[in-house]
């Protein structure tokens, strides 16, 4: 079966930085997204990862490596307002995305 | 009005009602998609149309009736719900269906309660 792993639920301080990770198994591998979503809102795109590396857009940056199936999402400078759940997905050989549980990150100040 | 939209935000039905729920695009995508989600589950799909034509049903059972009368309106009608069947229903757009980068953008939701 196809399965997406992460963490239920994260702690973190204002103004520190956070590692969110994500691993996966599934049929075929065509790319890895992260969304942030509030409480009682959409969740919103933050980042897209096909190739091995790191891609840094502003304080949040996303990793990927497909040989280990594993990605992770980096928040630096933490803000009260990243207070909220991040939804790891992959899209497999059908271009289905198949979606993570997400992790609730709670910012303490 | 820009983005995708849902209404309503929030509803509260009977097992014997009929409902519907809208969703409106106004990003000039082709393809819509209909998500349940519950808590501390992973999102689940379960209708994807593309330019209008159904292209996934992911066993999802009849009393789910999807509608798509063109690329920007999705509808989804309820009738007969179980207590179960109270989730966060979430409706999504992207640019064409497939690919690797095509990227889904989300409405808020519509915060269903089945009593």
């Known amino acids: 079966g196809q399965n997406i792993d992460q963490p239920t639920e994260m702690t973190a301080t204002e103004g520190a930085i956070v590692q969110i990770n994500c691993t996966y198994q599934t049929s075929g591998f065509n790319g890895l997204f992260w969304y942030q979503q509030h409480a009682g809102e959409a969740p919103t795109f933050l980042s897209y990862?096909?190739l091995d590396g790191l891609e840094e857009k502003g304080r949040f940056s996303s990793f990927l490596s497909r040989s280990k199936g594993y990605s992770y999402l980096l928040l630096k400078e933490l803000q009260m307002k990243d207070s909220a759940s991040y939804l790891c997905a992959v899209k497999d050989s059908n271009y289905q995305l198949i979606w993570g549980a997400g992790t609730k990150l709670i910012i303490k100040p | 009005e820009t983005g995708v939209t849902q209404t309503p935000r929030h509803l509260v039905m009977g097992m014997t009602n009929k409902k519907s729920l809208k969703c409106e695009q106004h990003l000039g995508h082709n393809a819509m998609y209909w998500y349940k989600q519950s808590a501390k589950k992973p999102l689940e799909l379960m209708f994807v149309y593309n330019f209008k034509e159904q292209t996934e049903n992911n066993s999802v059972p009849s009393r789910f009736s999807p509608e798509c009368p063109n690329s920007s309106h999705l509808f989804l009608h309820l009738h007969t719900l179980q207590p179960e069947d109270s989730a966060l229903y979430l409706c999504?757009?992207?640019?064409?269906?497939?690919?690797?980068?095509?990227?889904?953008?989300f409405g808020p939701g519509t915060r269903l309660t089945v009593l």
């Open positions: 990862n096909v």
């Open positions: 999504a757009s992207s640019q064409e269906g497939s690919g690797s980068s095509d990227t889904q953008y």
